[in-house]
């Protein structure tokens, strides 16, 4: 498929901690990077261990985490650590600086806390969690999308109006990238919400007591998404994430920046066919 506003809003840009386009001009690289680690951890261990193991090694209390770094004891727990940051520390090169500066009156928002190494964490199970639950989120029969507000055309007066979950766009201009993205995954049969940050508790409870099996697509920063995902995965719901470009919303940077995603590579997982898990 071809995107027309692709080469006028898919354009390298740089966040507070992170960057999918790394030294380059697209994000293929980082998402062709994930894909090879995932196949070289994968012949040595299932990926639901892998999963298991980024979880383990992500939780790191929290003073631990600012101040020292955590050493991993077995051979798994090296082998991650070790091949992440050797094929993912181009994408992160703000992580640490960021953390060094960071106020302390941020001390409740944890996410702002997210290490280098949970960033690169994190992407790896993004992607292991995609392998794992694409061809079930294709089989659901509802498939929905949360969307971040840090996509929106922050120029104009935005039309969005709620609807079930939360807010749906309502085509303000062919320009926008929430509308883009939203015609584009209705296309494929998923109806996107702009997420408004609340609780997903009332949508798991709804859902369960319904006789139909639901699909979530998150597309977040990676911190944002990681946390999303598996508060799905845990409520027992079909999940996948898309990460953004960077993370340049206020909450990272102080004041909003414009931001954006590959629809290339996601459309590319979306028509994914079934992957070997076993």
Known sequence: ?????????????????????????????????????????????????????????????????????????????????????????????????????????????????????????????????????????????????????????????????KEDFDKVCKECTKSCLIGIISNFLKKQGVTAYIWSGKSLKPIFKRHHSKNETLGVLGIACIPELMNGMRMCDKAGFTVIGHPLNANRCAKWMGTWHQNNIDLVQLEEMLIKKQYKTN
């Open 1 to 161: 498929m071809t995107f027309p506003f692709f080469r006028n809003t898919y354009s390298p840009v740089q966040g507070q901690t992170y960057s999918l386009f790394g030294d380059g001009i697209t994000t293929y690289q980082y998402f062709n990077s994930i894909e090879k680690i995932i196949d070289e951890l994968f012949r040595e261990y299932t990926l639901e261990s892998l999963v298991g193991e980024c979880r383990e090694l992500s939780q790191i209390p929290f003073l631990k985490r600012v101040l020292v770094k955590n050493k991993a004891d077995n051979h798994l727990s090296n082998k991650i650590t070790d091949l992440l940051f050797e094929k993912l520390a181009i994408y992160t090169p703000n992580a640490g600086n960021h953390l060094k500066k960071l106020s302390w009156l941020k001390l409740r928002e944890q996410v702002v806390w997210t290490t280098e190494k949970q960033h690169h964490l994190y992407m790896l199970e993004i992607g292991i969690l995609n392998r794992m639950n694409i061809q079930n989120f294709q089989d659901c029969e509802k498939k929905i999308a949360f969307l971040p507000y840090c996509l929106r055309d922050e120029c104009l007066d935005c039309k969005a109006k």
